[in-house]
């Protein structure tokens, strides 16, 4: 008897298994399907201006800055359609060449830095910038009415998702009697992280006070950069000015950046550029 009551059992269990293994994962995403379909559910999403941007390399980014600034100079006919008010949904298609440094009507993208924000982004740089020991501790801070801004798009052309955002800040010249001692008088800085780029600005030392290499060594750490070497073919006569370094850091497909700390002896300016 006990023996045909443990036989029973055995054949229950086995008809539950059985069960289970049929009916059990149709009913376990039947009962997952009930808690999602039929609800309305919340997803954060990029605003419509993200659509050609994505994650890059500090050196990437810098070298794509680099070529479109050395770029920037476009047939006159293609200004109008480039910089005109209600062309925020132009065609990449309309640019010429591989690299272009257009002025970005699109609306900043949540990541980006807004007016209201740069000034304050700007001068915080500033402060972090002068304890690695590139600006001098004489700058002064940024005022929103002593500078013009324009946010720029600088693109890829080939592959557009290569692009970078970028604000200038330039010193306004409508100001009269302006003091630009211990002011920055042009600047670049990256629209998404506010780490600045290119800068020029006046200051009370000499060349013979600045220690080039240090100073591009900090500012390669500041921005996130491999090492710099020295930049080896120097033309003198492509600059302005005969006191200057140049350094290489590495770019996009074998390419390098050339980066070029100098200084106009005259009205001591010193500055950073990664420009021609």
């Avoid at 006159?76 to 591989?98: F, H, I, N, R």
């Avoid at 013009?148 to 100001?175: C, D, F, H, M, Q």
């Avoid at 080896?232 to 140049?246: A, D, I, S, W």
Wanted: charged content about 25%.
């Amino acid at each position: 008897m006990r023996k045909i009551r443990l036989q029973i059992c055995v054949f229950l269990l086995a008809v539950v298994v059985m069960s289970l293994a049929v009916w059990g994962p149709e009913a376990l995403a039947n009962y997952q399907d009930r808690n999602i379909l039929n609800q309305i559910t919340r997803q954060e999403a990029g605003g419509e201006s993200e659509g050609y941007r994505y994650s890059m390399s500090a050196n990437d980014k810098l070298f794509i800055l680099s070529k479109c600034l050395n770029s920037q100079t476009l047939p006159g006919d293609q200004w109008p359609v480039l910089t005109a008010p209600g062309k925020e949904d132009m065609g990449y298609q309309e640019l010429t060449g591989s690299y272009a440094f257009v002025v970005n009507h699109r609306d900043p993208s949540d990541q980006e830095i807004t007016d209201d924000e740069l000034y304050e982004t700007c001068n915080r740089e500033i402060q972090e910038l002068i304890e690695a020991g590139v600006l001098p501790d004489t700058v002064k801070e940024m005022e929103a009415g002593s500078y013009e801004a324009v946010r720029y798009l600088a693109v890829y052309v080939p592959e557009p998702r290569n692009n970078v955002s970028v604000w200038k800040l330039t010193l306004s010249t409508g100001i009269r009697n302006a003091d630009r001692q211990n002011r920055l008088l042009d600047v670049y800085l990256d629209a998404d992280t506010g780490k600045i780029y290119e800068f020029y600005v006046r200051t009370p030392l000499n060349w013979e006070e600045i220690d080039a290499d240090a100073m591009v060594q900090s500012w390669a750490r500041y921005m996130g950069l491999g090492e710099p070497t020295e930049y080896g073919q120097v033309n003198p006569l492509q600059e302005t000015t005969p006191l200057f370094r140049k350094y290489s850091f590495e770019g996009m497909e074998g390419d390098s950046t050339v980066v070029t700390i100098g200084f106009y002896e005259g009205i001591k300016e010193l500055f950073l550029k990664i420009s021609r």
